[in-house]
């Protein structure tokens, strides 16, 4: 684990504690596993980030409706929308196994 990192954090111990979210659905699924093998690590997709890009892109949701219902900003939002993004454009890209972390 990288220094600093946490399991009760999103993003480590650094800063301020993450406020709780709201997840309405949790999928069933709880990894993604590419063809062929895996190659490298895999890349930990939070669930709080999953959520938020389901109420973005799928819900078609604007980032302060997604953020009145998980109970936090449309900053917040925004933020747990790119970085689930790019999680997921790496992990095609560089041929890796996508997980779901559950806290």
Do not use: Q
């Amino acid at each position: 684990m990288p220094r600093g990192f946490c399991e009760r954090c999103r993003r480590g111990c650094v800063g301020r504690r993450p406020k709780n979210v709201n997840i309405a659905k949790v999928p069933e699924a709880e990894a993604l596993v590419p063809v062929p093998g895996e190659r490298a690590p895999p890349i930990e997709l939070d669930l709080a980030e999953l959520e938020a890009m389901r109420l973005v892109e799928l819900e078609k949701l604007s980032y302060d409706e997604a953020g009145m219902i998980m109970g936090v900003s449309r900053n917040t939002i925004w933020r747990l929308v790119e970085s689930g993004k790019e999680k997921m454009i790496s992990a095609f890209f560089e041929g890796r196994k996508l997980e779901l972390h559950r806290v």
